[in-house]
């Protein structure tokens, strides 16, 4: 409110007003009678009594100051509007995806799919809730469930996964040697083999899964006992001449140097064709932690070796009938033994053929 004052001690007045505690603005003195002041619609009241001695020439409307205020702060005011716009603005904007309850999912593939449709991070986006629901739901048909929430510009997306009915993949029983089935005990698991059949290693006995009354396939583990007289065949072949690699007695010597395992030098050079390498690591001082390795390459040369199958043979039908009992399975009863040798051009065979009963499961 603005008012107008006639009267004399007008500066006693106004020191008295700011004792009280009256604001007062725009203080306007003309003469040593005359003054002009505006307060607020608050103290209007209060100042009547301190007024009442003076002679009131014209009292106007009331006269808002917040226009005043608010031209004397406009800056104030534009920062504080382009700063409540921009606020605004930026929480459409997302800075994180905080992804919870993937088991199977990756977090990193369902935030690359959320980027494909618009959601992404340090990018504006215009897709509520129910939107990013729906693009998740439509793009992994094993979700169940899809909750999205806001926390500022942080989206949370929370996953209920379907439970996925993955029946177990089982091994079937495979035959380990080769024979003719003689016996068949199958606890659990389909027989894929009958008594009097000829098998080869590797062939399925057993299936892994047992029929239900509709002819369904029910997926187990299987277990069988099958036995089978087992033939076991190893042969060896020696041949009338063999090559081997022999040291010639040249060598040439070279040498690496080290610190800490990284090498700092190395004086190293080998021109043979055929070569042993031997190699001895030593330090030139206690002192200094310097390894030096020594690298020896030794020539070698491909050597003709004439055999005397006479003298060889037996050695060599020992090793072939030490490498098929090697191949005979657990619990097995030797029913044969068949040994051999035959000179076949400029090779000697030695031939071994086991026969047993036992499990060949």
Known sequence: MKIELEGYNLNELIKTLHRKKIQLANILKTDATHMSFEVRDADSKRINRFIANYKIKKTLTKVKL????????????????????????????????????NEQLSKQEIISVLAENGVKRGKLTTKSNQQIQSILLNNYNRLAQVSVIRQGTAIIVNLSEKLVYNPQEYPPIC??????????????????????????????????????????????????????KIYVKQQLILPKTTYKLARTGKKMVG?????????????????FDFFDVVEYN??????????????????????AVEHDFEQEKQQLMENCYLQALEQLPNNHTILNEEKSFSVQGDKLYATTIITVNGIIS
């Open 282 to 303: 030593s330090y030139i001082s206690s002192l200094i932690p310097i390894k030096q390795t020594t690298i020896t390459y030794f020539e070698l040369e491909q050597v």
């Open 255 to 271: 040498y690496k140097y080290s610190l800490f395992n990284k090498q700092l030098f190395s004086k190293n050079k080998n021109s």
């Open 66 to 101: 917040i226009p005043k205020l608010a031209l004397a702060n406009l800056g104030i005011i534009i920062g504080l509007f382009f700063g409540i716009l921009f606020a605004i603005f930026a929480s459409n904007y997302v800075w994180q995806i905080r992804i919870y309850g």
């Open 175 to 228: 035959a380990v040697s080769s024979g003719i089935i003689t016996n068949i005990n199958v606890l659990t698991g389909t027989i894929n083999v009958k008594v009097g059949d000829f098998v080869n290693a590797g062939d399925v006995l057993v299936l892994p899964f047992n029929l239900d009354s509709a002819g369904n396939k029910i997926p187990v583990m299987p277990i069988a006992e099958i036995e089978a």
